[in-house]
């Protein structure tokens, strides 16, 4: 298996067809339905789509550019994470990262966003990135902060808040 970064705990490479059940299950967990909610999948065949798109997107260097996080100690799939343009500007971007709530309060996310953010800047020499957080996901905000992303602004009416209580816009610049 070739990987295209690797931190401490983790090993980041493009997605395998074999995912999709494992993607499937770890985007239906309670935590990334109310934090992400246009993150789940209907099922395991639109995950596999979801795969097929993804993989041609890394294949083709060009974003959306989301990949797959497995713990280097087993090998499982642990979570995802990718950057995606920001409307109107090539050199910005937006970046996410998951890490499955069996996993989750252990630092992977803050290791992860760490090297993702690294990787993305010198292979795409992107200069700025956001982090968009719905307001109340106090853990997301604590991995953007450790990372040396800054609050920029509260945002309403977008698309991906489904509650009406805003997003919590962050940014890292190089």
Known sequence: ????????????????????????????EEEVKKWIPNESYVDIE?????????????????????L??????????????GVNKVEGNSNEVEIGYGICKKYSGKGYATELLKAMTKFITETFGINILY???MCGNNASVRVLKKN?????KKEFGAEDDPYGNGMLIYKKEY
């Open 1 to 28: 298996m070739e990987y295209i970064f690797e931190t401490e705990h983790l090993r980041v490479r493009k997605f395998e067809m074999e995912d999709a059940k494992c993607l499937y299950e770890n985007h239906l």
């Open 46 to 66: 639109e995950a596999q789509e979801a795969i097929k798109f993804y993989v041609d997107c890394v294949n083709s260097r060009h974003l959306p550019y989301v």
């Open 68 to 81: 797959a996080v497995e713990l280097k100690e087993t090998g499982e799939l642990i979570g995802d994470t």
């Open 131 to 133: 982090g968009r957080v």
């Open 148 to 152: 040396g992303y800054e609050f920029v």
